[in-house]
């Protein structure tokens, strides 16, 4: 065997065998976790809630406010099947010992590491981006919270389907296969079902579209056009359809009794968003909870606020198009129409 062949064959064992050692690291760091007892809403979600404790009550799950357990004066605003029926599957297998459930979480979290490798190297066609990208995801802080703590699992779960859903709508685009869109619109459904937050990611599904589409030749930005109308359409069914059950099942939106009106909510977004941006990028000073005290009227502070963040915003656009290997319009060679250098 040439040294070349055998430097090959290594390289690719190793790759083969980096998404296991993400998953495994992203279970070692949480396994301290294992001796937490429940804390919090786990005691109403899981110990005191015999809705998750046996199967009699799968229909009531699927058709009640995750809160319903709480009796008919509760008013429910958080409609969350998927994760009611990963408690009762849990609880059938873990019972009331909370080490299986934090063992849970972690496996989760490892499933989310392993999905956060596989997009990447999607994206970037690159081996050591995608270990780079899924090693943060697996070791940074910002994480703790929703691993750590039993009953935020379902933003665990948010994530894998998510994920999924993005993995296989680039596997789609790349390949062309009409059946991988639509097993990403029902994971997309699934991730609303786990929380409904899953809304805030409809638009980055046409973004991964734009990204990871192979069309090439004249008229390629027509078709591109086109290409991203008919993934927001398609990602739009299963949104509209989880607010149209969401609406039945809880006898209105849920924000019926929202203490802040939609004006303060807009005007108070870009400033919370920065807040957690920079959680995101200088995980320093953590907590289970947060205060942000909002601002009544626009201020000099928001509309800095919004300049930072626009301008954030155009300079990963700009990073986009001129840098990384995944974008179809980076450089265009004049001689070869339709291919990056």
Request: hydrophobic residues 50%; positive net charge.
């Amino acid at each position: 065997m040439t040294r070349s062949i055998r430097k090959r064959l290594q390289f690719g064992i190793a790759a083969q065998a980096m998404p296991l050692v993400l998953c495994v690291i992203a279970i070692f760091l949480y396994l301290p976790s294992l001796t937490s007892d429940f804390v919090y809403d786990d005691h109403f979600q899981i110990v005191h809630n015999p809705q998750i404790q046996s199967w009699d009550y799968v229909q009531k799950l699927l058709f009640t406010d995750v809160w319903s357990q709480k009796g008919p004066e509760h008013v429910g605003h958080y409609y969350r099947p998927v994760f009611s029926v990963w408690m009762l599957l849990l609880f059938t297998i873990a019972g009331p010992h909370p080490w299986l459930w934090h063992f849970s979480n972690a496996l989760l979290h490892a499933s989310t590491t392993y999905l956060v490798y596989r997009l990447c190297d999607s994206l970037f066609k690159s081996i050591a981006a995608a270990s780079f990208g899924s090693l943060l995801y697996a070791v940074h802080p910002i994480h703790v919270d929703a691993v750590s703590w039993i009953s935020a699992s379902n933003e665990l779960l948010l994530a894998i389907f998510v994920l999924g859903a993005l993995l296989t709508l680039a596997q789609a685009t790349t390949e062309n296969k009409q059946s991988w869109l639509a097993l990403s619109a029902g994971l997309y459904g699934l991730a609303l079902l786990s929380k409904e937050t899953a809304i805030a990611i409809l638009p980055v599904f046409p973004v991964v579209c734009w990204f990871t589409s192979a069309e090439e030749g004249e008229g390629r930005v027509r078709k591109r056009k086109w290409s991203t109308l008919h993934i927001i359409v398609l990602y739009l069914i299963p949104a509209m359809l989880y607010l149209a059950v969401r609406w039945f099942i809880l006898d209105g939106a849920g924000l019926d009794e929202g203490k802040h009106a939609y004006a303060e909510v807009v005007l108070n977004s870009p400033k919370i968003l920065v807040f957690y941006l920079q959680k995101l990028f200088w995980p320093v000073g953590l907590a289970g909870f947060y205060v942000n005290p909002l601002v009544p009227s626009p201020t000099n502070g928001t509309w800095l606020t919004g300049a930072a963040l626009l301008i954030g915003i155009g300079l990963v656009v700009w990073f986009s198009l001129s840098f990384l290997p995944c974008c179809p319009y980076r450089k265009l060679d004049p001689g070869k129409k339709g291919e990056a250098k």
